[in-house]
């Protein structure tokens, strides 16, 4: 069973603006999160990374096409290795659905599709039920 916690919170209010970091951010149900340019639905309405998908790209060049475009809204620290998509997770009073893990490189990257941490360290979901997640809230599969 994953346990883990949320270190850090992002909502990208404009596209082609950096994210904003927020202590605590709403997630509406089938849509995304409040106030986010990518609040549209679909299956990618919440993207998040983990903790050690995030060391290890610090160590990458930072002249890699994905590393430059890519942001998240959630970053958490846990080992989601027995994560599939389907999977539901509890975080605050919300609960999400995994629907996509891995995220392929940029045709441009390097490595493509090499060693590159965001293949298996980062996370696409929808918001199943709404609302209020906070940095520091546990993350625990229901």
Do not use: W
């Not at 916690?5 to 709403?26: A, D, H, M, R, W």
């Not at 610090?58 to 994905?66: A, G, I, N, Y």
């Not at 940029?106 to 590159?116: A, Y």
């Amino acid at each position: 069973m994953i346990k883990g916690t949320v270190k850090e919170l992002f909502i990208k209010p404009l596209q082609g603006n950096p994210p904003v970091k927020y202590n605590s951010f709403t997630l509406i149900r089938n849509t995304g999160i409040e106030n986010d340019c990518f609040a549209q639905g679909g299956n990618r309405q919440i993207s998040i990374v983990l903790s050690k998908a995030l060391e290890e790209m610090r160590h990458l060049s930072s002249e890699r096409p994905c590393l430059i475009r890519f942001t998240y809204n959630m970053e958490i620290d846990a080992d989601a290795m027995d994560l599939a998509a389907g999977a539901r997770l509890k975080i605050g009073n919300a609960v999400i659905e995994i629907t996509q893990i891995g995220k392929k490189c940029h045709n441009l990257c390097e490595s493509v599709d090499e060693g590159c941490p965001l293949i298996r360290g980062c996370i696409f979901a929808r918001v199943i039920t709404g609302g209020t997640v906070s940095a520091g809230d546990e993350v625990e599969i229901c």
